[in-house]
């Protein structure tokens, strides 16, 4: 079956620790994103990555990096520079970002608590 | 710049009921339309899209009419069930130097009693 896979499901870190959320993907998509979604807030977009081996910056990138060395796969580096890092981390990919018939897929989601 | 409109939740009904969510967005150009259901704990799922004007999209009882004279996308189902008991987003995909962006509104929470 094919899909996203987004790993752990649930999260716990101290702050000041750098954390990294895992996303893969065996849907041969070449485009990926992260978004961060809060409670009674709508999605909002991290960083995207239109093919290998780059990646922009979305509408909230600080305190975040990711890197994209593979096509199946797009971890997302929460840094000690994020300020509110506790949320619910969504990955995403689509077959490409150029056209806006493109449906994006979406992973299970990581819950991020920074305490 | 590019926004989605959504009534604040939750919405209640009794199971049977009539659904509409209402979705209004603003863009520039020509955006495909876009309605996203969450359940809980979980990632996102596409319901239903559009892509041109007067375009309805439909899936599992929902459906939704691109109305660019009104700037409206609003969600309806005739008859929900318990099970449709979620969150529903509606986007927008717009351009962005190249690059489609999805924006969304913030979600309206729909809760189905038996």
């Known amino acids: 079956d094919g899909g996203i896979t987004q790993s752990p499901k649930y999260l716990f870190r101290k702050e000041g620790q750098n954390v990294t959320l895992s996303c893969e993907q065996n849907l041969n998509h070449d485009a990926m994103y992260w978004y961060r979604q809060d409670p009674g807030q709508g999605l909002r977009l991290i960083y995207y990555s239109q093919i290998v081996n780059d990646f922009q910056k979305g509408d909230i990138a600080e305190g975040y990096s990711v890197s994209r060395e593979k096509k199946e796969s797009f971890p997302l580096t929460v840094t000690s520079a994020q300020k509110n890092p506790t949320a619910f981390y969504l990955c995403?990919?689509?077959?490409?970002?150029?056209?806006?018939?493109?449906?994006?897929?979406f992973g299970p989601g990581t819950r991020l608590t920074v305490t | 710049g590019n926004s989605v409109t959504q009534m604040e939740g939750p919405v209640t009904l009794s199971e049977e009921a009539f659904l509409t969510i209402n979705c209004t967005y603003t863009?520039?150009?020509?955006?495909?339309l876009f309605w996203y259901v969450q359940y809980p704990g979980e990632g996102l799922q596409l319901l239903l899209k559009a892509t041109k004007a007067d375009d309805k999209g439909s899936n599992k009882g929902f459906e939704a009419t691109y109305r660019k004279e009104t700037t409206s996308f609003h969600l309806e189902k005739g008859s929900v069930q318990v099970s449709d008991s979620a969150v529903y987003f509606c986007a927008l995909s717009a351009s962005s130097t190249g690059f489609q962006k999805l924006v969304f509104g913030t979600g309206t929470r729909l809760l189905v009693s038996p």
């Open positions: 863009a520039t150009g020509y955006p495909s």
């Open positions: 995403a990919s689509s077959i490409g970002s150029g056209s806006p018939y493109y449906e994006q897929y």
